[in-house]
């Protein structure tokens, strides 16, 4: 493994730490109910995004779910155009359409988002046979929960990878919660990078909240992917610190033990990375400090930006149900 | 015009235009010669099924294209109906041109999530900035006691999902130029073949053209009453006007092609014409094709109704296997005449 260099290691703090100051912002904002759309806050999970991403360009394809903030912003694409959607505004990434959970920005590789538990993964899939049909270089990643494990695409979608050797990554992100279901009573183990043996491909167990950690397991998988062997499967090992769908924490309702919360929180991705940058002197305080006000200001343009906004006229109900364009004549 | 008529059997056919020198090909040799052509023509298109490779090429209708264009563009796929389907989407979302073809609509199930919530769902969520270029061919059985999930006749429940189209050619021109126009469109397709007009013969011109996606067609001019027929049903209500003639009764029969949208203006014109309507279906009375039919005549026309409407469809039960059950199931012909003479004598 080369080393990391200290730009790419300052970078993935900046892209956690962007997310969850975004997903704050979230939280402050929510309850005074102008966001009229479900969140599914990614607090806790940021080193998944960040650390896979920041392998990628933005010619790279990525599929995700219903707790997609985090890919979006990890894959570059613009906080505005997030923050009015969530908004409802037209000015949004999906013009009001799609609400948090259907984000896309093709200018970055993110062509839609799925809130069905393990479709995107099967799209993801498909993206890659495009890829290697076409002879592109490019690859596909599928970000999903263990949820998506419970399902039959996410079977069928590694069987059909495997078979064909598609260039895409799969990355399980293990919170061991489906909605307030926990992985024990749905699964045989929880070892989610055991199920890629049955499939012929490397399975990698590694913890979520280690961005670095990832950001090697990811880039593993992208060179097997280059060598044209085809597909890993990463599973990331992490916590969601809020409710399934929501800005509040769930253990107050019984949802979760509280005791288990506070355990993850200890681990905070953020706070543990922040410790290694400092001891190895990539970067100090003051430095950190000039990166919140940075992404701050970005995240306050943003919400400016959602909220002058105007709301879809009421005729635009009917745009787009069938695409209206005319770039697709046969050749 | 020759490219409108329907032949009821080959001898018809070779007694009119055949003597003209204008060719004749099977429904299944039309799908198959339109995706050899459509192959060759655009390399983003692909073609993707169980069995699509194999010595039967369902049911001939892709015999040898894997030969010809190599097993990656004619791909047998595992049985994975869901997922295969989401990676078609996948491909189609990323600039490919999948033909997923399934040798029973009864299989189309396994896969309505990705069908249903990602095909049809893409281009509004995304606010029109993805669209989803699939065609799914599905294919309706019938008879020999294929039973309750091998005949399925299932298109009413696509008609009720905004975001998709879907078409049921009848003729062997229909099938060729609305497979064309279906792979062409931006949009995700459901194309549903009857199994039973596979051996129907009707001219086809060998080029490349065109029926365009949301057009009807009136296949036979009348007076009395309007027979909007669907699929093979057009075939027996072919037969049914030929009969009805000798008793003075003279149907004008519609053929949508597709439904979804629907040609809803052909239908009406043609009703302010004989101010009665029967409806003939290859699927389940309720909440099925039929009903709908009659819904849109009963809001758009119901001052020119002389008569109510009568549906002849499939009894709202499962599919029997044993021969006589099925006689009992499926309507043809003599349905449709029964239901044309109480439209007339309707007060």
């Given at each position: 493994?080369?080393?990391?260099q200290a730009a790419v290691k300052k970078q993935l703090f900046y892209t956690m730490l962007k997310i969850r100051r975004f997903e704050e912002k979230v939280t402050e904002l929510y309850?005074s109910?102008?966001m009229?759309?479900?969140?599914?806050l990614y607090i806790g999970q940021e080193a998944?995004a960040a650390g896979?991403c920041a392998?990628?360009?933005?010619?790279?394809?990525?599929?995700?779910?219903?707790?997609?903030h985090g890919h979006y912003i990890a894959k570059g694409a613009s906080i505005r155009f997030l923050m009015a959607?969530l908004y409802?505004?037209?000015?949004?990434?999906?013009?009001?359409?799609?609400?948090?959970?259907?984000?896309?920005?093709?200018?970055v590789?993110?062509?839609?988002?799925?809130?069905?538990?393990?479709?995107?993964?099967?799209?993801?899939?498909?993206?890659?046979?495009?890829?290697?049909?076409?002879?592109?270089?490019?690859?596909?990643?599928?970000?999903?929960?263990?949820?998506?494990?419970?399902?039959?695409?996410?079977?069928?979608?590694?069987?059909?990878?495997?078979?064909?050797?598609?260039?895409?990554?799969?990355?399980?992100?293990?919170?061991?919660?489906?909605?307030?279901?926990?992985?024990?009573?749905?699964?045989?183990?929880?070892?989610?990078?055991?199920?890629?043996?049955?499939?012929?491909?490397?399975?990698?167990?590694?913890?979520?909240?280690?961005v670095?950690?990832?950001?090697?397991?990811?880039?593993?998988?992208?060179?097997?992917?280059?060598?044209?062997?085809?597909?890993?499967?990463?599973?990331?090992?992490?916590?969601?610190w809020?409710?399934?769908?929501?800005p509040?924490?769930?253990?107050?309702?019984?949802?979760?033990?509280?005791?288990?919360?506070?355990?993850?929180m200890?681990?905070c991705p953020l706070e543990s990375y922040k410790k290694y940058l400092f001891k190895n002197k990539i970067i100090n305080q003051s430095g950190i400090e000039e990166m919140v006000k940075a992404v701050d200001c970005e995240i306050e343009d943003a919400v400016r930006f959602a909220q002058k906004?105007?709301?879809?006229?009421?005729?635009?109900?009917?745009?787009?149900?069938?695409?209206?364009?005319?770039?697709?004549?046969?050749? | 015009?020759?490219?409108?008529?329907?032949?009821?059997?080959?001898?018809?056919?070779?007694?009119?235009?055949?003597?003209?020198?204008?060719?004749?090909?099977?429904?299944?040799?039309?799908?198959?010669?339109?995706?050899?052509?459509?192959?060759?023509?655009?390399?983003?298109?692909?073609?993707?099924?169980?069995?699509?490779?194999?010595?039967?090429?369902?049911?001939?209708?892709?015999?040898?294209?894997?030969?010809?264009?190599?097993?990656?563009?004619?791909?047998?796929?595992?049985?994975?109906?869901?997922?295969?389907?989401?990676?078609?989407?996948?491909?189609?979302?990323?600039?490919?041109?999948?033909?997923?073809?399934?040798?029973?609509?009864?299989?189309?199930?396994?896969?309505?999530?990705?069908?249903?919530?990602?095909?049809?769902?893409?281009?509004?969520?995304?606010?029109?900035?993805?669209?989803?270029?699939?065609?799914?061919?599905?294919?309706?059985?019938?008879?020999?006691?294929?039973?309750?999930?091998?005949?399925?006749?299932?298109?009413?429940?696509?008609?009720?999902?905004?975001?998709?189209?879907?078409?049921?050619?009848?003729?062997?021109?229909?099938?060729?130029?609305?497979?064309?126009?279906?792979?062409?469109?931006?949009?995700?397709?459901?194309?549903?073949?009857?199994?039973?007009?596979?051996?129907?013969?009707?001219?086809?011109?060998?080029?490349?053209?065109?029926?365009?996606?949301?057009?009807?067609?009136?296949?036979?001019?009348?007076?009395?009453?309007?027979?909007?027929?669907?699929?093979?049903?057009?075939?027996?209500?072919?037969?049914?006007?030929?009969?009805?003639?000798?008793?003075?009764?003279?149907?004008?029969?519609?053929?949508?092609?597709?439904?979804?949208?629907?040609?809803?203006?052909?239908?009406?014109?043609?009703?302010?014409?004989?101010?009665?309507?029967?409806?003939?279906?290859?699927?389940?009375?309720?909440?099925?094709?039929?009903?709908?039919?009659?819904?849109?005549?009963?809001?758009?026309?119901?001052?020119?109704?002389?008569?109510?409407?009568?549906?002849?469809?499939?009894?709202?039960?499962?599919?029997?296997?044993?021969?006589?059950?099925?006689?009992?199931?499926?309507?043809?012909?003599?349905?449709?005449?029964?239901?044309?003479?109480?439209?007339?004598?309707?007060?």
């Amino acid at each position: 493994m080369n080393k990391i260099q200290a730009a790419v290691k300052k970078q993935l703090f900046y892209t956690m730490l962007k997310i969850r100051r975004f997903e704050e912002k979230v939280t402050e904002l929510y309850p005074s109910q102008d966001m009229k759309t479900p969140v599914h806050l990614y607090i806790g999970q940021e080193a998944i995004a960040a650390g896979v991403c920041a392998l990628l360009c933005k010619e790279d394809i990525i599929f995700s779910t219903h707790r997609n903030h985090g890919h979006y912003i990890a894959k570059g694409a613009s906080i505005r155009f997030l923050m009015a959607e969530l908004y409802g505004k037209s000015s949004g990434c999906s013009s009001g359409k799609g609400g948090s959970m259907h984000l896309v920005s093709p200018e970055v590789g993110i062509l839609g988002t799925s809130a069905i538990v393990g479709s995107g993964i099967a799209l993801a899939t498909g993206a890659a046979l495009a890829i290697k049909m076409n002879g592109q270089k490019k690859i596909a990643v599928a970000f999903f929960g263990d949820g998506a494990v419970d399902e039959g695409t996410f079977h069928e979608s590694m069987n059909f990878a495997s078979l064909k050797k598609l260039p895409v990554v799969f990355v399980c992100e293990n919170n061991f919660y489906a909605t307030n279901s926990h992985i024990a009573v749905r699964q045989p183990h929880d070892d989610i990078a055991r199920r890629a043996q049955g499939y012929d491909i490397p399975g990698i167990q590694v913890d979520g909240n280690d961005v670095l950690g990832i950001y090697k397991s990811a880039k593993k998988a992208i060179e097997r992917i280059r060598a044209g062997k085809g597909p890993t499967l990463i599973e990331c090992r992490t916590y969601r610190w809020k409710g399934h769908v929501g800005p509040e924490c769930d253990y107050e309702k019984g949802c979760r033990p509280e005791k288990e919360l506070y355990d993850w929180m200890k681990r905070c991705p953020l706070e543990s990375y922040k410790k290694y940058l400092f001891k190895n002197k990539i970067i100090n305080q003051s430095g950190i400090e000039e990166m919140v006000k940075a992404v701050d200001c970005e995240i306050e343009d943003a919400v400016r930006f959602a909220q002058k906004s105007p709301f879809p006229a009421k005729e635009e109900l009917y745009d787009d149900v069938y695409y209206a364009g005319s770039k697709d004549a046969l050749d | 015009m020759p490219w409108t008529r329907v032949y009821i059997n080959k001898d018809d056919f070779e007694n009119t235009l055949a003597r003209d020198g204008l060719r004749g090909i099977t429904y299944r040799e039309a799908l198959r010669e339109t995706q050899s052509a459509l192959l060759k023509k655009d390399k983003r298109i692909f073609i993707l099924g169980e069995g699509v490779n194999d010595s039967g090429g369902i049911f001939g209708t892709t015999a040898g294209l894997a030969k010809e264009f190599g097993k990656d563009r004619v791909m047998d796929i595992p049985v994975a109906e869901n997922a295969l389907t989401g990676i078609a989407i996948g491909a189609a979302i990323c600039g490919m041109r999948p033909i997923f073809v399934h040798m029973r609509m009864d299989f189309l199930l396994m896969a309505m999530d990705q069908i249903i919530n990602h095909a049809a769902k893409w281009n509004y969520m995304t606010g029109g900035r993805v669209n989803v270029p699939i065609v799914i061919r599905s294919i309706i059985g019938r008879g020999w006691g294929s039973a309750a999930q091998h005949s399925q006749a299932l298109h009413s429940l696509f008609v009720h999902i905004p975001g998709l189209k879907v078409v049921m050619p009848s003729t062997p021109y229909d099938a060729k130029g609305l497979l064309i126009s279906a792979v062409e469109d931006a949009n995700p397709v459901i194309f549903i073949e009857h199994r039973w007009v596979y051996d129907y013969i009707g001219y086809v011109p060998p080029d490349v053209y065109k029926v365009p996606v949301g057009k009807g067609i009136v296949r036979r001019q009348g007076k009395d009453v309007t027979v909007v027929a669907v699929s093979q049903m057009v075939y027996e209500a072919i037969k049914a006007a030929d009969s009805l003639q000798s008793e003075n009764i003279d149907i004008e029969i519609v053929d949508p092609r597709t439904i979804k949208p629907l040609d809803e203006e052909l239908i009406l014109d043609s009703l302010r014409k004989t101010g009665r309507l029967v409806i003939a279906d290859v699927g389940c009375k309720t909440g099925g094709l039929g009903s709908h039919i009659a819904a849109v005549v009963y809001e758009k026309a119901f001052s020119c109704l002389k008569a109510p409407v009568e549906i002849v469809c499939l009894p709202d039960t499962p599919t029997p296997a044993s021969p006589v059950l099925e006689e009992a199931y499926y309507p043809g012909k003599e349905e449709i005449m029964a239901s044309v003479k109480r439209a007339i004598h309707a007060k």
